[in-house]
């Protein structure tokens, strides 16, 4: 290690033991992330306050971005036609799915969806509900038959993070509904996605989403970007961008974050939703 130019430490996995006793001259270590600051444990990282150089992570502000996918426009943009999407509609019975793993989250989003279902619809796949279906592709074209919508729900509202729910959900005709801290409008096309931190409370979601599902005129709204955008889910580019910057201008100067727990805890603004107030806190 004392001969590399760049030392990779990923959050999760981080030991107070684990910090090395010799470091070469210039040499860079890079704080990675894909899990937000509520998902692994703070404590070890105290003992990297002053150490990183650089950071790697699902932020915007990172040194090296690290997402789950991307969305950008298409060289020639297409003519989306709606006849299988409208036949496809009328075969659609069920209002909501919301596939989950993690039962009780720091972000609440279990509550915000125990208030919705009493107001629509909403089957539950995985360890929290009484539907399986193994993950992957053929789930989600399952999923997109048989659902007007798919509820992309983060497990945390932090800054930016937004994991792969999100981008998979896309590549199918259903319709993702978000709740996390990611700029949504910065992030995916418009009309792509509905924001249910954006209602005032899971009841007026719910009135919106069954005029969604009613009226095909306004549900394919949600569909005609995809005319314009494609969509990448996973992308692998993560490694190459940081061997770029190894071998830009940056690798020589020098760089460090005063306190990298400030940078990666306090102002990761992460945040709960509240099912008192209907609002985050």
């Given amino acids: 290690m004392p001969v590399s130019d760049a030392i990779v430490f990923y959050y999760c ?51 090296i971005l690290d997402t789950y996918g991307s969305i950008t426009p298409k060289t020639v943009p297409k003519f989306h ?10 075969q659609k019975k069920i209002m909501a799915l919301w596939p989950v793993s993690h039962c009780h989250t720091f972000g609440k989003r279990e509550h915000f969806v125990e208030e919705l279902r009493k107001y629509m619809r909403v089957d539950i796949y995985g360890h ?6 193994p993950r992957g592709t053929k789930c989600h074209q399952k999923f997109a038959k048989e659902y007007f919508f798919l509820l992309s729900f983060e497990n945390t509202i932090c800054k930016d993070y937004v994991t792969e729910k999100l981008y998979f959900t896309l590549q199918f005709d259903i319709i993702p509904v978000t709740f996390g801290g990611a700029d949504y409008k910065a992030l995916a096309p418009p009309h792509s996605y509905i924001d249910a931190l954006e209602f005032k409370t ?41 061997c770029a910057k190894l071998y830009s201008n940056s690798f020589t100067e020098h760089s460090v974050y005063p306190d ?22």
Avoid at 81 to 90: A, H, I, M, P, Y
Avoid at 260 to 281: E, F, P, Y
């Fill in 128 to 133: 929290c509900g009484n539907y399986t279906c």
């Fill in 260 to 281: 990298i727990v400030h940078w990666w805890n306090d102002t990761s603004q992460c945040r709960a939703w509240n099912r008192q107030t209907m609002q985050l806190s």
């Fill in 81 to 90: 036609s709606f006849d299988r999407l409208r036949e496809n509609w009328r």
């Fill in 202 to 242: 899971p009841k007026d979601l719910a009135v919106y989403l069954k005029q969604v599902s009613e009226d095909f005129d306004l549900y394919k709204i949600y569909f005609a970007w995809k005319g314009v955008y494609d969509v990448k889910h996973w992308v692998y580019y993560t490694f190459c961008n940081l």
């Fill in 13 to 63: 996995d981080l030991d107070a033991s684990d910090v090395p006793t010799r470091r070469a001259v210039g040499q860079k270590w890079v704080f990675w992330s894909l899990e937000s600051p509520t998902n692994c444990e703070m404590r070890p990282l105290l003992s990297w306050r002053t150490a990183i150089n650089w950071t790697m992570t699902y932020r915007l502000d990172s040194d």
